[in-house]
């Protein structure tokens, strides 16, 4: 990796250009510039009319990281099953090798970066519904805006080809100028309304749940956790945007992100992290068991103590505390966890909650972390292996990158992976709502079936459903 100084994109292109040329391979050169403050819905919106289909928006729960992709420079994707995290891991650090960047500041998130994330189970027959989506895909953007603790900068990324010349360079500074021009110029469009909501296969969905109970009695299975689908249509065509906006203000003490590929959108407002890294520190979340808000405050601090006590849930969340610390330990030296859960509340759920942090080699792997961790209880079962086959088994649905890990990963190995949950897919008029609830050995299919409508109120409401 070569880093050089200030000199203005152009003079840094010549030197790129006969880099790329020396070597006779493709290579990426990268600029960061502070900036002003910029609105980060703004940025994706300015996007829409050249770059749709090519962007990406992210925001943790706390505003300290908000990441924003427009354009594509290069692509990582692939539909092969085997060794998926490291194939991926290893295609990002190749497309580094001998890349040029300018980047004087040492915040994490800033420079170049990869966003994309993985589907749930690579083993399971693809349908149309996630046809736009490889089982991995990453995005490496031309233009990233990234808000880190509330300072901007602005990543412009270029690959640059033995065949190309210092003239792409006057493009590219023309190019992104109307982008940042186009910055004050930001119209809405019209909401879409939605006309028709189908639920997919309700009675079969409790069937299934009844049958995996039946199983979970005499068997080797602890827990599986089952989806389901709300299919809605809509009068107009499915802004992105306008969807973005409701959860950011509705849902923005969460995970937002937003992931678009060939026309489709994967958007939602996840609580749950799977894992960050920030040099050599490891953090992530157990989250299991959920009820409802109360509609006073008293009636929610009730259902939370309820939930606290409640067996069932304990036990389920102690499945994911237990197998969270398992896969950390074989990375990390140190691990804190607390005893007992809490309570984390958003605006229509409240889930037990237990923060994890680890201590790991500096260069520890962030996606073989991804890779262990990946599906925690929450949204496979227990024992891991066995629950996705069942699930795979009697799951109608696709789940796509429901339920999978989601998040970015910078070129200094820093990065974050939530898990894709309170999650919807955008296509043209029409949208899939996904939810999921872990099947235990005394669970009910009606409450399950309550349960997973709770969890779809968040996307329905930004949608204009609720």
Not at 58 to 69: A, N, Q, S, Y
Not at 323 to 334: D, Q, T, Y
Not at 374 to 395: D, F, M, N, S, Y
Not at 422 to 438: I, M, T
Request: charged share 25%; hydrophobic share 40%; net charge negative.
């Amino acid at each position: 990796m070569i880093t050089i100084q200030e000199t203005g994109i152009k003079e840094r292109g010549l030197v790129a250009v006969n880099h790329a040329k020396k070597l006779g391979r493709p290579i990426l050169i990268s600029e960061v510039h502070k900036m002003n403050t910029i609105n980060p819905l703004s940025f994706f919106n300015i996007g829409k009319d050249r770059y749709c289909g090519e962007r990406f928006f992210w925001k943790d729960p706390t505003d300290e990281i908000v990441l924003i992709g427009l354009g594509i420079s290069k692509q990582i994707q692939s539909d092969q099953a085997t060794d998926r995290f490291f194939h991926v891991e290893s295609e990002w650090k190749s497309f580094l090798e001998d890349s040029i960047i300018f980047n004087p500041y040492t915040k994490i998130g800033v420079g170049p970066l990869m966003f994309g994330g993985f589907s749930f189970d690579p083993y399971k027959e693809k349908t149309d519904l996630w046809s736009k989506f490889a089982d991995s895909l990453f995005h490496i953007p031309k233009y990233l805006l990234s808000i880190i603790d509330g300072e901007t900068y602005l990543t412009t990324n270029v690959v640059i080809t033995p065949n190309d010349d210092v003239s792409l360079f006057s493009k590219i500074i023309e190019e992104r100028n109307q982008l940042l021009m186009t910055l004050k110029h930001n119209d809405l469009t019209k909401p879409a309304i939605l006309l028709k909501t189908n639920e997919i296969s309700p009675e079969k969905w409790k069937q299934s749940v009844d049958g995996v109970v039946k199983e979970l009695t005499n068997g080797p299975l602890k827990k599986v956790v089952l989806a389901r689908e709300l299919r809605l249509i809509f009068n107009n065509h499915l802004e992105a945007e306008a969807v973005l906006e409701h959860l950011y203000t509705e849902q923005h003490a969460s995970f937002i992100f937003a992931f678009e590929s060939n026309g489709d959108c994967f958007i939602g407002a996840s609580p749950e992290r799977l894992v960050k890294k920030h040099g050599s520190e490891v953090y992530s979340t157990c989250l299991a068991g959920s009820i409802s808000r109360g509609s006073t405050e008293e009636e929610d601090r009730i259902l939370g103590q309820t939930l606290l006590n409640d067996q069932k849930n304990l036990i389920e969340h102690g499945f994911v505390v237990e197998m969270i610390r398992e896969a950390l330990e074989e990375s990390c030296e140190e691990i804190i966890l607390p005893d007992k859960p809490q309570l984390m509340k958003n605006r229509d759920i409240q889930h037990l909650y237990t923060p994890v942090i680890g201590k790991c080699n500096k260069d520890a792997s962030l996606l073989l972390l991804v890779e262990r961790l990946h599906p925690t209880p929450a949204l496979g079962g227990l024992p891991k292996k066995a629950a996705v086959e069942k699930i795979r088994q009697v799951e109608v649905l696709d789940r796509g990158f429901y339920g999978a890990p989601l998040g970015w990963v910078d070129y200094k190995q820093n990065g974050e992976f939530a898990v894709s949950i309170r999650c919807g897919l955008l296509q043209g008029d029409e949208a899939s709502l996904f939810a999921g609830c872990g099947v235990v050995a005394d669970s009910n299919s009606e409450s399950e079936y309550l349960e997973t409508s709770l969890k779809f109120t968040p996307m329905l409401r930004a949608l204009g459903g609720k």
